[in-house]
Each structure stands twice: as structure tokens, then as C-alpha cells.
């Protein structure tokens, strides 16, 4: 079955610099990979995805770029914010006949922005 | 509320104890999952289902027994659990045959064994 890795377990950047979480997955029939922010006692929400036609996808400060040779992906947070500060979690799923796949996740990433 | 409720949100129960924990969406997804997350581990699937019947159970222990009498509601029954149960417990739902739709998540249940 799939099996996500994701690195680094916690980042702690300076506001107003950028952050960079890493995911690689082990199933090549992937082909759908969101990413989640859980801020302290919230739910999980979806905050981007990308599928495996695209390399790079982009919503403001939020960009993800996918690398399916090396079944890697990772998101990119530039110009960060203390609002920015929470959990992240990357995860994999395989769409097929038209049909999604459950999602494996990876084991998170707590991000710390210091103002 | 996101469309996706779950109560309680805090439960303390003993190992002998019965008690169950709810989740009701209110998007018209077809899809409702339940995860459990423990400290320092990744959500961990536990139960899937789609338009009511049952499609994965991840290899959960019989002490967690899910219901799903709707595509609209799901029940985690919970009896005799141990103190390594403590976790939170999400629910989420997606339109299961929209790839890539993303998946909604309720706020959890904070479950404590004790």
C-alpha cells in the first residue's frame, strides 16, 4: 500500500521568510496529493492540492511542485506570517475510473513563524 | 461548522464503558471516513465508507465498531477500550467520485481513556 514520508517534523522560520516541506511517496500510481493545515485545536483544512498532470501549482503565498520520477512533492510558503503557524500535512491518493482513492497522510509538520 | 459535525467534542471514559461517538455532514458527499489522530503519528484511517456501505477497515480493533445508517451520518461505538485509545478522532466526507475533491473534516472528539 501507499506510504508517505514527510520531512521536517517541526520548522521554525522568521516572519517575512520562506518554508519548504518535503513529502515523497512510495505508490507510482498516485495521482492526487493535497495538502492540510491544522491550526492548535482546529480540523484539518485543505489549503492547496495538485494532481500528477501538473509539476507546479500556485494560490498566493502557497505553491506546490511535483515530482513524479522521484515520487516527490513539497510545498512552498514564501513571505510567511505568524497566521501561518500550525501543522501541515502532505497526502497521497490514487483516482481511479473515476474514482478517488482513500487519502494516506504523512505524519505532519509544525510550522512556527516568530514574528 | 464547516458542514461536517461531530459531538461530543471532549469524551472521558473508562475501560468499561460504552459510548459512542457521532458525525453527521451536511455537503451531500457520498464518502465519510473516520481517522484517528495520535500524538507524533499520522491520521490514521480507520474506517471507510461509501453511500452507506462499508469499504475498508484499516485493521482496527472490534472494540471500535462504526455505523453508517445514511451517507449523511456515521457512529463510532466505542466499548472496552484501553488508555493507548486516547486520541482524537476525526470524521470527514468527500464526493467520493470527484477525484481530487478534497476531503472535509469535522472539528474531532477529544476521546481520553482512563
Known amino acids: 500500500g501507499e506510504n508517505v514520508e514527510q520531512h521536517p517534523s517541526t520548522l521554525s522560520v522568521q516572519e517575512g521568510d520562506s518554508a519548504v516541506i518535503k513529502c515523497t511517496y512510495s505508490d507510482s500510481a498516485s495521482n492526487y496529493f493535497p495538502w492540510y493545515k491544522q491550526e492548535l485545536g482546529k480540523r484539518p483544512q485543505l489549503i492547496i492540492d495538485i494532481r500528477s498532470n501538473v509539476g507546479e501549482k500556485k494560490d498566493q503565498r502557497i505553491a506546490v511542485t511535483l515530482n513524479k520520477t522521484a515520487k516527490h512533492f513539497s510545498l512552498h510558503i514564501t513571505e510567511t506570517q505568524p497566521e501561518d503557524s500550525a501543522v501541515y500535512f502532505c497526502?497521497?491518493?490514487?483516482?481511479?475510473?473515476?474514482?478517488?482513492?482513500?487519502?494516506?497522510f504523512g505524519k505532519g509538520t509544525k510550522l512556527s513563524v516568530k514574528p | 461548522e464547516t458542514g461536517v459535525t461531530q459531538t461530543p467534542r471532549h469524551l472521558v471514559m473508562g475501560m468499561t464503558n460504552k459510548k459512542s461517538l457521532k458525525c453527521e455532514q451536511h455537503?451531500?458527499?457520498?464518502?465519510m471516513y473516520w481517522y484517528k489522530q495520535s500524538a507524533k503519528k499520522p491520521l490514521e484511517l480507520m474506517f471507510v465508507y461509501n453511500f452507506k456501505e462499508q469499504t475498508e477497515n484499516n485493521s482496527v480493533p472490534s472494540r471500535f465498531s462504526p455505523e453508517c445508517p445514511n451517507s449523511s451520518h456515521l457512529f463510532l461505538h466505542l466499548h472496552t477500550l484501553q488508555p493507548e485509545d486516547s486520541a482524537l478522532y476525526l470524521c470527514a466526507s468527500s464526493q467520493e467520485k470527484i477525484p481530487g475533491s478534497g476531503y472535509t473534516f469535522g472539528s474531532g472528539t477529544r476521546l481520553t481513556v482512563v
Open positions: 455537503l451531500g458527499h457520498n464518502a
Open positions: 497526502a497521497a491518493s490514487v483516482s481511479y475510473g473515476g474514482s478517488q482513492g482513500n487519502l494516506i
